[in-house]
């Protein structure tokens, strides 16, 4: 008898991602709720890196006519002691509790392992940008065309020649046919021959040498070669994060942390949203710099503050690298809140008439120590300014954040659908 | 004559067609196992994770909860809750048998002589297959399953076809018919009149017939209710047939679904009821395969070891106060119980000619399993051939848990003279499906009248169901139905102990 034995670990895996698709889709809003959760108590690049989520298996119960109580008789292995008519104690059911294997209580939540990719589309699902109307552009791409190796089919215009003729000298080697010297040799030495056998053998070399000059041609159609081009997307719009923090003296390590936790939900946000995103970051005491992200969060700075500075920088590098016609603007300033008394004026002008009328969507964030007693007694100098621009109609956001915890019902409130959104937004 | 299939721990493919040679002469010659042609394909762990999800089958139409069967099965696995089985076998012909690429070559033969040969033999000679299941046609028809479904969720919508199929599912163990009717399954014929019932129907639709105005409707004399319940084939335990063929309001592509859940449920059938029997004898038979190759010096001792460890841990049976525990293990009881066999059949002692005296000493000790293996299921089988030595081997004893006896459980028998017929009784009754799952009837419906359709459970030892799920699956039920459904719970006396009456969720317009 032939018995067949087949190698099928070839064979496509994943043949059960349409069903996982499937399933998560109907899991949506319990996987949702247990991401959200998980997100909360861990950091956030943990998040971004997907990973487990428990969810409560119920909502996804497979419902079955199932029987429960009664009498029940069973029959077990390992009896040690007992005789007929023995009775044992039915305390914690501890020992019979196993008479009906698969019960199905061992369902009632499962650790259910997501990809980064579905983890951050859950946990992003319901936000949306404040602003939409160069969101639109984002979403056409326009095709790019990108050199992409050689095809042996193509129009003429797109030969190759380097390429055929290589292949051509390559394959006339190979094939050895006979080169110009060598006839020009052949046909010398018959011009100077005189030995007429001689001659005739060197006519007949020559005639050969020919004729496999004409079967192995200079340029075969086989050699030619065309250029490939391909395709690729190109982003219309892009999408730049302006990261401005305030690294005074007054700014804890805790409140950086909260900080940096925002910008870091922001900046996945736009990831999902923009083919390119550039992160900018600004850091300022009473002077701003252009800093990379080791130095924004990790570099030591102290001194006084001048908010002003930071906004300053951020509008000379807009006017410079990033045209607003091209470019979606974001920006999240997280501050403690103080500014010099002095420098109020200036951060409101700079803001009105430089910053915000290039920006698709400012976020605020006043940051405060963990416990934040202090924060509830009076409104900062900071928050009092940018309270009084918002009421006269900037587009501006502004939350107060002083726990972990808070950064992403907080995030959520700032990006969450536009109905409710504007809602809030206008108290 | 003694040239070793392997060395070492690694294979190829080369090995396993050696292997399988040699494990197929044993099987063939020695054993004298009737089989289905194999066929072995090696999977990895991811694939066998797939299988797994999708109840072994390697194509499956597509539906959540397999997802959701893969995303819990991943978990326990990643977590090393959870080991992978070593093999998958199909009941099918030619005979698949899955092995994963990361077993050592001796593992591979285990699983070969195990799959290949001791479960294909089952399969193809146990009565319940033979009856209920037809592995020719098996594959084939899974393929149209799955394209049929796909084509519904084209044509009626993925939720529509989710909503019919999770009706369908959580009714699948209600869709089996327990006794053999008149005609042995052929699914590929069943898959063809699927094909010509769909042709047929949409040949003769006319639309026309809509508009022909009818006339008066004629009386209907209220016809009896043993007359009503013959026409309907009441009383039906088998509901999603009823469904299939009775529900008023179901569209052909939905009645087809429940068809073919109904099919599956069906070919799954024996296997639930020949666990024990059908794991027994696969580990008794690669027990045997294995001992001859050792002995024919084919495999070295050090393989043989490697091979007895795996063995040892699959017939591992835990005692009942042992954390492990989890109730009998197939494997260890059927493995028990055909060594037992083999050596009631050879080596008899008084007791066993007793109980015994049909096989005990007759010699020919694969005519024996042969025959064990051909014509029993669980239930009969430990019923038939548990020994008093096996009981006292297990240390079996009988515990009735009666929650109005305050005294606690009571030890109702053990594994003494006295007790050892009861318990063989008790442990054989546990291994009936007929008394596992409820006992569900369509008792009556009124088609003429308020349609309401009526079933009763018949409440078994004071054990109803569990209230949440019968609601959801009634829900599911009446869904189906279009109309009420009540559930009548009902004990031996025919007292009425609850009921329950759900009516069916609107349905969206597009479906009717």
């Known amino acids: ?427 | 004559m003694t040239e070793r299939l392997f060395e070492g721990a690694d294979w190829d493919f080369h090995t396993l067609q050696r292997i399988t040679d040699a494990c197929e002469e044993v099987a063939l010659k020695d054993l004298g196992l009737d089989v289905y042609p194999n066929q072995i394909e090696v999977i990895t762990a991811e694939q066998m994770l797939d299988a797994y999800s999708s109840v072994g089958m390697p194509l499956f139409y597509k539906h959540w909860s397999f997802g959701k069967h893969f995303a819990y099965h991943e978990a326990s696995y990643r977590k090393g809750l959870m080991g992978l089985a070593y093999e998958i076998v199909i009941n099918s012909s030619p005979c698949i048998s899955y092995l994963m690429e990361e077993n050592t070559a001796t593992m591979q033969t285990l699983v070969i002589a195990h799959a290949a040969f001791g479960h294909n033999h089952f399969f193809k000679n146990n009565y319940l297959f033979k009856q209920w299941t037809d592995a020719e046609g098996i594959l084939d028809y899974l393929d149209f399953a799955k394209n049929y479904v796909m084509q519904c969720e084209e044509r009626y919508g993925r939720i529509e076809v989710e909503r019919t199929l999770d009706a369908a599912h959580a009714l699948m163990s209600h869709g089996i018919d327990r006794y053999p009717g008149k005609k042995q399954l052929d699914l590929r014929e069943e898959e063809k009149r699927a094909g010509r019932r769909r042709q047929h129907e949409e040949e003769v639709f006319n639309d026309l017939w809509r508009t022909v105005p009818k006339g008066a409707s004629k009386a209907r004399t209220a016809i009896s209710l043993e007359r009503r319940r013959k026409l309907l084939g009441l009383p039906q335990e088998n509901l999603l047939y009823f469904l299939e063929k009775s529900a008023p309001r179901l569209a052909p592509w939905q009645r087809e679904l429940l068809r073919i859940v109904r099919h599956i449920a069906q070919y799954f059938y024996p296997q639930s009821q020949t666990k024990v029997m059908n794991e027994g004898t696969a580990t008794y038979v690669h027990y045997r395969i294995m001992t001859a190759l050792h002995q024919q010096g084919r495999i070295t001792d050090g393989n043989f070891l490697e091979f007895l460890g795996s063995h040892t841990n699959v017939v591992f049976q835990p005692e009942f106060d042992d954390q492990r525990f989890s109730g009998f293990n197939p494997y260890a009881l059927g493995f028990a119980m055909m060594q037992d066999i083999e050596r009631i059949v050879t080596n008899p002692e008084d007791e066993d000619r007793e109980w015994f005296p049909d096989i005990a000493g007759k010699n020919d000790v694969m005519g024996v399993l042969r025959d064990v293996w051909a014509n029993y299921r669980d239930e009969s089988f430990i019923g038939q051939f548990l020994s008093p030595k096996l009981m006292r081997h297990f240390r079996m004893f009988h515990l009735h848990d009666d929650p109005e006896e305050r005294a606690g459980i009571r030890v109702d028998a053990i594994h003494d003279e006295r007790g050892f017929r009861r318990v063989r009784r008790e442990l054989a009754r546990q291994h009936d499906v007929g008394f596992i799952d409820a006992n569900i009837e369509v008792v009556d419906v009124d088609l003429s009248g308020d349609r309401r359709l009526i079933l009763h459970h018949r409440v078994i030892k004071g054990s109803q169901l569990n209230e949440t799920d019968t609601k959801r699956v009634l829900q599911h039920l009446a869904d189906l139905w279009t109309y009420d459904v009540a559930l009548i719970e009902v004990d031996a006396n025919d007292k009425v102990l609850r009921e329950y009456v759900v009516s069916p969720r609107p349905i969206p317009a597009a479906v009717a």
Not at chain 1, 69 to 85: A, Q, S
Request: with cysteine.
């Open chain 1, 1 to 427: 008898m032939a018995i067949h034995i087949i190698d099928r670990r070839l064979n496509p895996g994943g043949k059960s991602l349409e069903n996982r698709q499937r399933f998560l889709r109907r899991a949506k809003s319990l996987v949702q709720g247990a991401v959200k959760k998980t997100s909360q108590e861990r950091d956030i690049k943990d998040v971004l890196e997907g990973g487990e989520v428990t969810i409560p298996l119920d909502g996804m119960h497979e419902p079955r006519f199932r029987r429960e109580g009664g009498t029940r008789d069973m029959v077990l292995p390992g009896n040690k002691k007992f005789i007929e008519g023995d009775y044992l104690q039915r305390q914690g059911q501890g020992s019979a509790k196993d008479s009906g294997p698969g019960e199905g209580d061992s369902e009632d939540a499962f650790r259910f392992v997501l990809s980064r990719d579905e983890f951050v589309d859950l946990f992003l699902d319901d936000l949306e940008l404040p602003d939409l109307a160069k969101r639109r552009i984002a979403q056409t791409e326009s095709e790019g065309i990108q050199r992409a190796g050689y095809t042996t089919s193509g129009s003429p215009a797109n030969i190759s020649v380097s390429r055929t003729v290589k292949l051509a000298l390559a394959r006339r080697i190979a094939l050895k046919r006979p080169s110009k010297d060598e006839v020009e040799e052949l046909e010398a030495a018959i011009a100077a021959s005189t030995d007429e056998d001689e001659r005739a053998e060197l006519l007949a070399r020559l005639e050969r040498l020919k004729a496999k000059t004409k079967r192995i041609p200079f340029i075969d159609p086989l050699d030619i070669r065309y250029r490939r081009y391909e395709k690729v997307p190109r982003p219309v719009a892009q999408a730049v994060m302006f990261c401005l923090m305030d690294v005074s003296g007054s700014m804890s390590e805790h409140m950086k942390d909260l900080a940096k936790r925002f910008y870091m939900l922001l900046y996945v946000f736009l990831k999902r949203r923009y083919k390119h995103v550039e992160i900018v970051f600004i850091r300022h005491t009473d002077r701003a710099e252009e800093v990379d992200e080791q130095t924004f969060f990790y570099g030591p700075a102290s001194g006084g503050t001048l908010v002003s500075s930071a906004l300053q920088a951020m509008h000379e590098i807009v006017r410079e690298r990033f045209n607003p016609s091209d470019w979606n603007i974001y920006a999240a300033q997280a501050s403690d809140g103080d500014n010099s008394y002095s420098d109020g004026e200036l951060t409101g002008l700079l803001l009105t008439d430089k910053i915000l009328p290039v920006c698709q969507f400012f976020a605020y964030l006043e940051v405060g120590e963990s416990g934040g007693s202090a924060f509830d007694l009076s409104d900062s100098s900071l928050w009092t300014l940018y309270e009084r621009l918002r009421n006269s109609g900037a587009p501006l956001s502004m939350r107060k954040v002083s726990e972990r915890s808070e950064i992403f019902p907080v995030f959520h409130d700032l990006f969450q659908r536009r109905e409710t959104a504007q809602e809030k937004a206008a108290p």
